[in-house]
């Protein structure tokens, strides 16, 4: 770190944030400029939601001891605890034996060994009746497979109350005005055109900003997310795509029938749905996602070609985009069998929110090969969020080749390379991503029609 002075983070999220306030923490004499589109909460960033799911049931050893780590800081946390509500969460998934009940069972075991001493706190579900009273209280009674014309897919599951939820977007603001409390981090809000390196090399010089002014440092560290594909070629690295999300207003009296439901997940579905925050229910998919296919300068220095990417497209730049109706169907026939009385209650809103999936699930924190002095920190492939209290720490550690070998190994870009094999911390639904501008194209056609 002694070589760098100035030290320019792009991206005010999870990565970024983290990453500058680590900085100015042990670094006090370094400058650290901060470069986002928006003023933290970022409206259509990845890191600002409602709600976000905070867990240490993982398939990966790795990722359940720092989600451990992670969880504690959170709960420990005077501001930021005030935003967590620990109110558990269920996995589920059909019973069949297939990849997701071997990614139910490795979760299983993660849950069960942070609760040892406290198996309280868990709780198993052996049939359909099961799930559902989890949720509706133990009264209730679920669909029959004949009502619902098929076969159910909430079949087994368990419990971990140990888990919960945070609010995101006041989180993320929390964390932001921690971060302007440092003398040494300041703010600029301006989209970034490009990086510009020296003349005939490959080491980096500079930010340029849209309306014209360049932003010079030592390092740069490129956390700009699914927007990160503009600024540095991460092709073969990340994938940008997005998957959906929807709210349903609640009432008071369902508020106060489900009070005690966990985030409940679907495996097997990829649905996940969260308790009543704010009077309304959240419900997102886990489905192989939508792309928005873009053709750009590639940003490697030296290269005259252009390069394929996918684009964010969010309801800052199209906001009369809804949720693509294939997905809206999966949701409410999963909603018809968990939760029947929202099944056909419309959305308040929707939207896509973007990822950037590495080929294996772990993140990408290592030195571009093509780029002297230009730091990744992204590939949070939907399980980041979490880490916000220890993922700046790790990124520091790698400047100052301190990093835990491990993590050094697995978050390093060689790793995304060759025959790799996604690790099951967040895993998606199979299947291509669909273009999302024609997905959207053919629902204004249909609707034109009715």
Known sequence: MDSYKTVIVVGAGIFGISTALALAKRYPDVKIQVIDRFEPPVPDATSVDTTRCIRVDYKSDVYYKLACESLQKIIEDPIISQFFHQSGMSFTYNGE????EDIFLTGKKSAEDANKGHMERFSYFDSPEDVYKSIHGNTSKPRCEKCLGRNTWWNKGYRNL???FIDAELSMKAYYDRAKSFPNIKFTFEEVKKLVYYPNSNEFE???????EQVFGNLVIIAAGAWSGKLVNLKGMCEMSAIEVGWIKVTPKETEKWKNMSITTNLSTGINLFPPYNGEVKVLRRSPGYKNTVYV???NPKEKTSIEISYPRTLITNPSDWMPLDAEE?????LREIMPSLADRPFDRTKLCWLTQTPTANFLIDYHPACKNVLLATGGSAHAWKFVPIIGDKVVDFIEGNLEPTLAKIWAWKEKLGETVDNGSAPRMQGKPQELREVIKRQYTEKSYL
């Open 206 to 212: 500079s930010v340029l900003l849209q309306n014209g």
């Open 330 to 334: 999966v949701i409410r026939e999963n």
């Open 97 to 100: 034996h297939d990849r997701w």
């Open 297 to 299: 300068d590639n940003p």
């Open 162 to 164: 140990a888990n919960g």
